[in-house]
């Protein structure tokens, strides 16, 4: 199983600043991996898919990087509705699995 | 817009078993790996289950391998999940997520999850 570790679990930002969050795997996943926001009594949303690409609709604030073991989602210019969950996936091998999430807050 | 609606969730005590449903609409259902990811209290996503487009190749989590089946009709495009001999770890709020035409991959849209609580 190939385990994704999340980092940090709470990130604390200024409105207006940059938020960048780090995705590891436990082995190679090439850039087989995805990124979600989660937000209390939502539906998870596809933020990032193939590591980089934004999914239809994602602002362009949003921005993926990475491949094999190391992976990050820039936001650019955090918002209010930035405030969620953020949780990665990778889909290169079964079973699909996720990372903890980071929690990201406005400081 | 892709809606998935599930169904099925509630209290169920130790050893139970619940099914859980999923409704889709407002896309063509047949072409899509469909999956379960489910949430505990307090814990991240974890994938459960996912299923190919005839329903002929299923993939499973080993926790719960051997208790739970996905199925699904593409003629009333639904999804199901059948959970049996249900433990308290399977507590959790379960989603219905669309994949691609491909086995592994992302989900790009989800319902609004039921909750599934294993107490007794």
């Known amino acids: 199983e190939i385990v994704m570790t999340q980092s940090p679990a709470t990130l604390s930002v200024s409105p207006g600043e940059r938020a960048t969050l780090s995705c590891r795997a436990s082995q190679s996943v090439r850039r087989n991996l995805a990124w979600y926001q989660r937000k209390p009594g939502q539906a998870p949303r596809l933020l990032i898919y193939?590591?980089?690409t934004r999914a239809t609709g994602v602002p362009a604030r949003f921005s993926g990087s990475g491949s094999g073991t190391e992976f990050t989602l820039t936001i650019s210019s955090l918002q209010s509705e930035d405030i969620a969950v953020y949780s990665c996936q990778q889909y290169t091998d079964w079973p699909l699995t996720f990372g903890g999430g980071t929690k990201v807050e406005i400081k | 817009e892709v809606q998935l609606v599930e169904s099925g969730g509630g209290l169920v005590q130790p050893g139970g078993s619940l099914r859980l449903s999923c409704s889709a609409s407002i896309f063509t259902f047949s072409p899509y790996y469909m999956s379960w990811v489910r949430q505990a209290p307090g814990r991240g996503l974890e994938w459960v289950a996912t299923?190919?487009?005839?329903?002929?190749?299923?993939y499973y989590v080993d926790s719960v391998r051997g208790r739970f089946t996905i199925s699904r009709d593409n003629g009333k495009n639904s999804l199901d999940l059948q959970m049996n001999f249900l433990r308290a770890e399977d507590s959790a709020v379960y989603y219905c997520?669309?994949?691609?035409?491909?086995?592994?991959?992302?989900?790009?849209?989800w319902g609004q999850g039921t909750l599934v609580t294993v107490s007794s």
């Open positions: 193939g590591s980089s």
């Open positions: 997520a669309r994949g691609t035409n491909m086995g592994a991959c992302p989900f790009d849209s």
């Open positions: 299923i190919n487009q005839d329903g002929r190749e299923k």
